[in-house]
C-alpha cells in the first residue's frame, strides 16, 4: 500500500465517522455550502471558453438551472428534499435526453464540479468521497458515443 492510498484511506474513514453524525448536506455547508459549490460550478462552466459546448446547452439565463441543481443536489446530499417537493421524484437522464451527451460532454461537466468544489472550498476528504458518484451520475447522463 503507498503512501498516497494511505492517506485516502484515513481521510475515507474519518468521512465515514462523521457521516454517523451529519449527513454529507451539513458536512459541506448545509445550504450555504451547496449554494456556493452551484454558483462556483456555473461560474466555472460559464467563464471558461474551453467549456463552451456544455455552456451552449443550457439557456443563456443560468439562475433557473442553478436553482435547479441546488435543490437536487440539496436532498441528495442528505439535506431539504427541494427538489422532489417542487417537482416531484427526479429523473436527471430523462431531463437530460434532449441533448447529445458523449464523452467530451460528460468529461466537461466532470472537470467543472471538480474545479467548482475547489475553488468553493470543499474539503479533499469530501471531494474523494463525492467525485466517484457524480462521476457516475455524468456517465449515465450520456446517450452518444
Not at 53 to 67: A, F, I, N, T
Not at 113 to 119: F, I, S, V, Y
Not at 124 to 129: D, I, K, P, S, T
Request: hydrophobic share 40%.
Amino acid at each position: 500500500m503507498s503512501i498516497d492510498d494511505t492517506a485516502i484511506g484515513a481521510r475515507r474513514a474519518q468521512v465515514a465517522a462523521e457521516l454517523a453524525d451529519h449527513t454529507i448536506y451539513e458536512l459541506l455547508g448545509g445550504e450555504a455550502g451547496i449554494r456556493r459549490l452551484v454558483d462556483t460550478f456555473y461560474a466555472v462552466m460559464d467563464s471558461d471558453p474551453a467549456y463552451g459546448p456544455l455552456r451552449r446547452m443550457h439557456q443563456p439565463d443560468l439562475g433557473p438551472m442553478r436553482v435547479s441543481l441546488f435543490e437536487y443536489l440539496s436532498g441528495w446530499l442528505g439535506g431539504p428534499p427541494l427538489f422532489v417537493e417542487r417537482h416531484g421524484s427526479p429523473c436527471i437522464s430523462h431531463a437530460h435526453q434532449p441533448f447529445t451527451i458523449g464523452a467530451a460532454a460528460r468529461d466537461m461537466w466532470v472537470d467543472c464540479m471538480t474545479q467548482a468544489m475547489d475553488e468553493s472550498g470543499v474539503q479533499l476528504r469530501y471531494r474523494e468521497v463525492l467525485m466517484p458518484a457524480l462521476e457516475r451520475m455524468a456517465e449515465m447522463m450520456r446517450n452518444a458515443d
